[in-house]
């Protein structure tokens, strides 16, 4: 039995002796700021979120245990069906309009031009700005009155009376998705350029050499070249649409007769407007489940190409 023991202590003192090392210890030391702002800025309020979602909480009262309660309720709500469906539209039509518009504008700023340099560093403008300020700005070239968005179509004759931009439901869903897709456009752009600069001069020489025109070039070696680039930036940015807030809250506050309302709007309306904590932590946690299955598909698809 003694030699037995000895035999099951021997492998612990070594992985001991291992975690104690000099080396070791040190680079415990430097990671455990990085550990402790995971722990209190995103472990903690998660955590805290997850708990509140399964109470009744109120403004001002601590409130009861009450299970899935919220989320059964919010699948019987039609308020809360709309902004799912509100959600996915926004989200599906901004990032495939900037994954779109994006490769186009790499593949220009890719090409030789004057003030190639000066004309990217002005394409960040709209990622630098402040989101507040710069949709605060497009509320004033929406505004029902003085549409400075009317006054230059009505000028070019594109349209013969003015478009209640923020006024109906469909103009204000398509306003609030031109928002943000302005304002999410550099991020694609300058990613997909990144991604083009690392694609090899050779490949196109040669299938230039072969006869292949440009468009066979972009479908047969830029595209596929581009895909990691393209799974990393679609990623990103669904997760950041699924829970923006400030385009949506400046610009309609979730109407007109809430055909904008979206995840995020939602959330603060019940939440902090109404004071139901509980219904409200239940909205924002109410699609993590699906991101957490989208973000492990993308991160499978990378390693698969890696």
């Given at each position: 039995?003694?030699?037995?023991?000895?035999?099951?202590?021997?492998?612990?003192?070594?992985?001991?002796?291992?975690?104690?090392?000099?080396?070791?210890l040190?680079?415990?030391?430097?990671?455990?700021?990085?550990?402790?702002l995971?722990?209190?800025?995103?472990?903690?309020?998660?955590?805290?979120?997850?708990?509140?979602?399964?109470?009744?909480?109120?403004?001002?009262?601590?409130?009861?245990?009450?299970?899935?309660?919220?989320?059964?309720?919010?699948?019987?709500?039609?308020?809360?069906?709309?902004?799912?469906?509100?959600?996915?539209?926004?989200?599906?039509?901004?990032?495939?309009?900037?994954?779109?518009?994006?490769i186009?504008?790499?593949?220009?700023?890719?090409?030789?031009?004057r003030?190639?340099?000066?004309?990217?560093?002005?394409?960040?403008?709209?990622?630098?700005?402040?989101?507040?300020?710069?949709?605060?700005?497009?509320?004033?070239?929406?505004?029902?009155?003085?549409s400075?968005?009317?006054?230059?179509?009505?000028?070019?004759?594109?349209?013969?009376?003015?478009?209640?931009?923020?006024?109906?439901?469909?103009?204000?869903?398509?306003?609030?998705?031109?928002?943000?897709?302005?304002?999410?456009?550099?991020?694609?752009?300058?990613?997909?350029?990144?991604?083009?600069?690392?694609?090899?001069?050779?490949?196109?020489?040669?299938?230039?050499?072969?006869?292949?025109?440009?468009?066979?070039?972009?479908?047969?070696?830029?595209?596929?070249?581009?895909?990691?680039?393209?799974?990393?930036?679609?990623?990103?940015?669904?997760?950041?649409?699924?829970?923006?807030?400030?385009?949506?809250?400046?610009?309609?506050?979730?109407?007109?007769?809430?055909?904008?309302?979206?995840?995020?709007?939602?959330?603060?309306?019940?939440?902090?407007?109404?004071?139901?904590?509980?219904?409200?932590?239940?909205?924002?946690?109410?699609l993590?489940?699906?991101?957490?299955?989208?973000?492990?598909?993308?991160?499978?698809?990378?390693?698969?190409?890696?």
């Amino acid at each position: 039995m003694t030699a037995m023991a000895e035999t099951e202590r021997r492998p612990a003192a070594p992985l001991l002796r291992r975690f104690l090392k000099p080396e070791a210890l040190i680079g415990y030391f430097l990671i455990s700021p990085a550990v402790f702002l995971l722990l209190v800025l995103l472990a903690y309020p998660f955590v805290l979120a997850v708990y509140i979602s399964l109470t009744d909480r109120v403004l001002g009262e601590p409130g009861r245990f009450i299970g899935i309660a919220n989320f059964l309720k919010l699948l019987q709500d039609s308020l809360f069906r709309q902004t799912v469906w509100n959600s996915f539209v926004y989200t599906i039509a901004t990032v495939a309009l900037k994954m779109f518009l994006g490769i186009i504008l790499a593949l220009l700023l890719n090409q030789e031009m004057r003030c190639r340099n000066l004309v990217r560093g002005a394409l960040l403008l709209p990622w630098i700005v402040p989101t507040s300020l710069s949709v605060l700005t497009w509320l004033w070239m929406f505004d029902s009155l003085f549409s400075v968005v009317n006054y230059i179509l009505l000028g070019l004759g594109l349209i013969s009376k003015k478009v209640p931009w923020l006024g109906d439901p469909f103009w204000a869903m398509t306003s609030v998705i031109i928002v943000n897709t302005w304002r999410g456009l550099p991020f694609f752009a300058v990613s997909f350029l990144a991604g083009l600069m690392t694609i090899p001069r050779e490949l196109y020489e040669a299938a230039e050499t072969d006869g292949a025109k440009k468009f066979r070039q972009f479908w047969h070696i830029t595209l596929p070249l581009l895909q990691p680039v393209i799974a990393v930036v679609v990623l990103f940015s669904t997760i950041w649409t699924f829970a923006d807030f400030q385009i949506v809250y400046i610009l309609t506050h979730g109407g007109p007769i809430n055909a904008t309302q979206i995840f995020a709007t939602m959330a603060y309306d019940v939440a902090l407007v109404a004071g139901r904590i509980g219904e409200g932590s239940a909205i924002s946690l109410f699609l993590f489940p699906a991101l957490l299955v989208v973000i492990f598909l993308m991160l499978r698809y990378l390693r698969k190409e890696q």
